[in-house]
Structure formats: structure tokens, C-alpha cells
T-cell receptor
Framework: DAKTTQPNSMESNEEEPVHLPCNHS???????IHWYRQLPSQGPEYVIHGLTSNVNNRMASLAIAEDRKSSTLILHRATLRDAAVYYCILRDYRGAQKLVFGQGTRLTINP | DAGVTQSPTHLIKTRGQHVTLRCSPISGHKSVSWYQQVLGQGPQFIFQYYEKEERGRGNFPDRFSARQFPNYSSELNVNALLLGDSALYLC?????????????FGPGTRLTVL
């Protein structure tokens, strides 16, 4: 399984943008980049995913580097409810539907 | 619509015992996956079931088994419990196996082995 590297923790202020980086230098051409987050005492929650192009949805934006070896999850205006562990996951759709989670980034939002 | 539900929410067992965890997927979802999350780590994949057949298995011992029922609900069984089996057990469902589907997780069952 391809591996991702994320900072252990990040901190930001409420109502400011947050950029969560992820390195995946061994990504293959068929790997999609998925982001999930896990709020305290809850199961992981899907945030966004993409293959090559930048993606936007109601929760966040995903910026993918041209060489696909890194990506950034962007929360445009963080709220206290965005405090969670954010996981960057590479998923190869040729295999089983399993998600391979790393340690993730623990995001703290200051009021 | 109800999300993925899991029961029980908490469970305490002793070493050597057996445990059964239950999961009900979102209505219309035919695929169920199980994950183990040890404190401080990300979830680890255990099994995936689709249409009552095992479609994927993670690196877990044979003490772990699962099954899926005709109504697509699922059970995870763990025999001969060890202290190291203490974890949050997560169930995730998706409509099917197609690429476009994402997984929706339940709140988990917290298992403590004493």
C-alpha cells in the first residue's frame, strides 16, 4: 500500500483558512487521494477525494500537485467544529475497498 | 435517513472470552467493512463483505471472523480475546464496490479486554 506522510499536529484560529499538507511521493498512476477526518468520539467522516485535478465540495478543497507527489486539504474558514484528526489516504480502486489510514494530523482550532 | 449503526457502544470482556459486534449499514448499502482502531492510531482494515461474500481481509489472525446477512447487516466475531484486542471497532458501509462510492463509518464499539 502506498504511504502518506502528514504532520502530527497543526493549529489554527477560528474563521481563518487552514492548509493541511500530505506527501505521497510513491503514489502510482491509479491511486486516488482521499481525505477523511475523525472528530472526537466519532467514526471517520469522508471529506473529499481526487485523482489529478483540484476538487471542491461544500466541506473543503483539495489541491493536488502537478506531479501528484503531494496534496493539500484546504478548509476555507475553520470553525471549532473542524477540530479533528485529518487522514490523507491513497486508495487504489483496482483492489479491495479498504482504506489504509496513517497517523493523521490532529488539527486544533483556537477561538 | 439513519447512518451506520453499531451495537453495543461499549463492551468489557476478560482475556480468553469471545465477543460479537454488530453493524447495520445505511439502507441500500450492500458492502460492509470492519476496522480496528487502537488508541492513538489510525483505523486498521480487518474485513470487507459484499453481497454476503468476503471481498477483502486485512492482516489479522484467524481469531477474527465476520459474516454478512441477507439484510446486509454484519457481525464481527473475535475469539480467545487478548489484552491487545482492546480497541474501537468501526464498521463502514458503502452502496457497492464501484470506484465512485465512498465509505460511511459508524460511531464504533469500544471493546475493553481485562
Amino acid at each position: 500500500d502506498a504511504k502518506t506522510t502528514q504532520p502530527n499536529s497543526m493549529e489554527s484560529n477560528e474563521e481563518e483558512p487552514v492548509h493541511l499538507p500530505c506527501n505521497h511521493s510513491t503514489i502510482s498512476g491509479t491511486d486516488y487521494i482521499h481525505w477523511y477526518r475523525q472528530l472526537p468520539s466519532q467514526g471517520p467522516e469522508y471529506v473529499i477525494h481526487g485523482l489529478t485535478s483540484n476538487v471542491n465540495n461544500r466541506m473543503a478543497s483539495l489541491a493536488i500537485a502537478e506531479d501528484r507527489k503531494s496534496s493539500t486539504l484546504i478548509l476555507h474558514r475553520a470553525t471549532l467544529r473542524d477540530a479533528a484528526v485529518y487522514y490523507c489516504i491513497l486508495r487504489d480502486y483496482r483492489g479491495a475497498q479498504k482504506l489504509v489510514f496513517g497517523q493523521g494530523t490532529r488539527l486544533t482550532i483556537n477561538p | 435517513d439513519a447512518g451506520v449503526t453499531q451495537s453495543p457502544t461499549h463492551l468489557i470482556k476478560t482475556r480468553g472470552q469471545h465477543v460479537t459486534l454488530r453493524c447495520s449499514p445505511i439502507s441500500g448499502h450492500k458492502s460492509v467493512s470492519w476496522y480496528q482502531q487502537v488508541l492513538g492510531q489510525g483505523p486498521q482494515f480487518i474485513f470487507q463483505y459484499y453481497e454476503k461474500e468476503e471481498r477483502g481481509r486485512g492482516n489479522f489472525p484467524d481469531r477474527f471472523s465476520a459474516r454478512q446477512f441477507p439484510n446486509y447487516s454484519s457481525e464481527l466475531n473475535v475469539n480467545a480475546l487478548l489484552l491487545g484486542d482492546s480497541a474501537l471497532y468501526l464498521c463502514a458501509s458503502s452502496p457497492g464496490l464501484a470506484d465512485r462510492y465512498t465509505q460511511y463509518f459508524g460511531p464504533g464499539t469500544r471493546l475493553t479486554v481485562l
